[in-house]
């Protein structure tokens, strides 16, 4: 079983900036990418960044140039760098796990964290 911890989200003005932090614990033999995903209110959830494990990763064209996501291969732990927020980056932030395993993928969310940016 796969355990995932969130912490960072909050309230911010616009062009301030927050780290989201997401921490794996438990069976994570076959772990292959960490992300974050977004749902804003009446929103399907939408991919913001992800970090595959071979070193490669992807961003929402909504984040690029503003947003950045790290890795601690150590403490499996994900980071999502936010900088110069906008009121529509307001949402639900989630991290979510996915492990490789004979050929198929298995997926882990986390409980999510605020993030609302307003003046």
């Known amino acids: 079983q796969v355990q995932l911890v969130e912490s960072g989200g909050g309230l911010v003005q616009p062009g301030g900036s927050l780290r989201l932090s997401c921490a794996a614990s438990?069976?994570?033999?076959?772990?292959?990418?960490m992300g974050w995903y977004r749902q804003a209110p009446g929103k399907q959830r939408e991919l913001v960044a992800a970090?595959?494990?071979?070193?490669?990763?992807n961003y929402a064209d909504s984040g690029k140039g503003r947003f950045t996501i790290s890795r601690n291969n150590d403490k499996n732990a994900v980071y999502l760098q936010m900088n110069s927020l906008k009121p529509e980056d307001t949402a639900v932030y989630y991290c979510?796990?996915?492990?490789?395993?004979?050929?198929?993928?298995?997926?882990?969310w986390g409980q999510g964290t605020q993030v609302t940016v307003s003046s």
């Open positions: 970090y595959m494990f071979d070193g490669s990763s």
């Open positions: 438990g069976n994570i033999r076959g772990l292959s990418a």
């Open positions: 979510k796990l996915q492990i490789s395993y004979l050929g198929r993928n298995y997926d882990s």
